[in-house]
C-alpha cells in the first residue's frame, strides 16, 4: 500500500491504484507497486540532461534502507526483502521533493 505524504493540491490518482505527484510543473512521479508486489516502480518524467533525482527509503524511526542515484527515470526498487512494516519513500529532484507512505505487508 502506497499512501502519499502531504499530497499537493494538484495530486490525481494514476492507474494501478499509484498515485502521480507533481514536483514542479516539469516533472511528475508516478510511483505504484508492480503486478507481483515486490518492487515499487517510479516512473520520472519530464527529466533532462542535467536534472538531478534520487530515491531513499526510510524505516518510520528515521534510519536510511536503501537509496538510488538516478540518471533515466523509470527505476524498481526491491521491497520483498524489507520486514512487515510502515516506511517512508523520498523522491527528490533538483532539491524538491516528495514522500510516500508505505506499508509492506
Known amino acids: ?3 502519499p505524504q502531504k499530497a499537493p493540491e494538484n495530486q ?3 492507474l494501478e491504484g499509484g ?3 507533481s514536483f514542479d510543473g516539469k516533472h511528475k512521479a508516478d510511483i505504484h507497486l508492480d503486478k507481483g508486489g515486490d518492487c ?9 540532461t542535467g536534472d538531478k533525482f534520487f ?3 526510510f524505516y ?4 536510511l ?3 538510488y542515484n538516478g540518471s533515466n527515470g523509470d527505476t524498481a ?5 524489507m520486514q512487515t512494516g510502515v516506511y517512508l519513500l523520498k523522491i527528490e529532484i533538483n532539491g524538491k521533493f516528495r514522500t510516500w507512505k508505505v506499508t509492506n505487508r
Request: hydrophobic share 50%.
Open 1 to 3: 500500500l502506497i499512501e
Open 12 to 14: 490525481q490518482r494514476a
Open 19 to 21: 498515485t502521480a505527484t
Open 40 to 48: 515499487i516502480v517510479a516512473s520520472i518524467s519530464g527529466l533532462t
Open 55 to 57: 530515491i531513499e527509503m
Open 60 to 63: 518510520t524511526q528515521g534510519a
Open 65 to 67: 534502507v536503501m537509496r
Open 77 to 81: 526498487l526491491d521491497i520483498g526483502w
